[in-house]
């Protein structure tokens, strides 16, 4: 069964801590991505990977930076956490144009 | 920039009606539209997808439709349950690579 597994649920960092996010797929695809979801705006889009070691900035990249050192896992790193970054990380994965696949969700409050 | 539009927002009917739920988008150069279903606090779970060169798709209950010229999208799902109580979102897709544009989606409740 198809699987993209977030691991961490829930987390609660003090600002100005960095912060790792980590996505890891089963599916072998080649494309990964962070989206971020708010109340009233929806998901947007941080960063995305077409590769191993390939990023592509999204629409809200600004405060961010991913890594993608094997193709199964990428990670989202907030490298000084700040309370406008308290929100729920939405990591996805696809194989070309094909179904995407989405994990449960990161819930980062950031205090 | 692409922007995608969802209304209403919540939308609450008693089971067994069929209702429809809306999209629309400011760029008709879409490769593809998707539409999506969202439990609460959980992650997305694709419903369907239409390719830009599509009508319509369909999956059991539910029907997407595209009309890429006026720019909107139609989720129709057919004698409502309680479990379709979920938040339903659509997507465009500019690129062919799934890079989304998302709208902020209807949350539906199915009233027994």
Redesign the interface.
Known sequence: DVK?TQSSRYLVKRTGEKVFLECVQDMDHE?M?W?RQDP??????IY?S?DVKMKEK?DIPEGYSVSREKKERFSLILESASTNQTSMY?C?S?E??N???????SWLTVV | KQEVTQIPAALSVPEGENLVLNCSFTDSAIYNLQWFRQDPGKGLTSLLLIQSSQREQTSGRLNASLDKSSGRSTLYIAASQPGDSATYLCAADQTGANNLFFGTGTRLTVIP
């Open positions: 993209v494309n991505f989206y009233g705006l929806g998901l947007r889009l995305f077409y999204g939405l996805a696809s070309g144009v179904t995407i696949y989405f994990g449960e969700g």
